[in-house]
C-alpha cells in the first residue's frame, strides 16, 4: 500500500528505532482500523497495511521472544 491519503503527521515511530540512521519502523491505524507499517528513512517506499488483531500477535511474539 502506497502512503497516499494516509495523513504523514498520524505516523507514529517505534521507541526501539533509534536516531542513529538504523531500522526506523513507523506505524499508523488507518480509519478503517488496520496497521500501516512503514520505513520513515525511505517513505517512498510505501506501507505493509495489517489487520488490528494479526498486528497485535506480531508486536506480542516479538516482545515475548517468541520471534
Do not use: H
Amino acid at each position: 500500500m502506497a502512503r497516499y491519503g494516509l495523513p504523514e503527521n498520524a505516523w507514529t515511530k517505534s521507541s526501539y528505532s533509534g536516531d542513529n540512521g538504523g531500522s526506523c519502523v513507523e506505524t499508523q491505524v488507518t480509519p478503517e482500523d488496520l496497521v500501516a507499517v512503514g520505513d520513515s528513512k525511505d517513505r517512498c517506499l510505501g506501507a505493509q497495511v495489517f489487520g488490528s488483531a494479526s498486528w497485535r500477535v506480531f508486536v506480542a511474539a516479538v516482545r515475548d521472544g517468541v520471534i
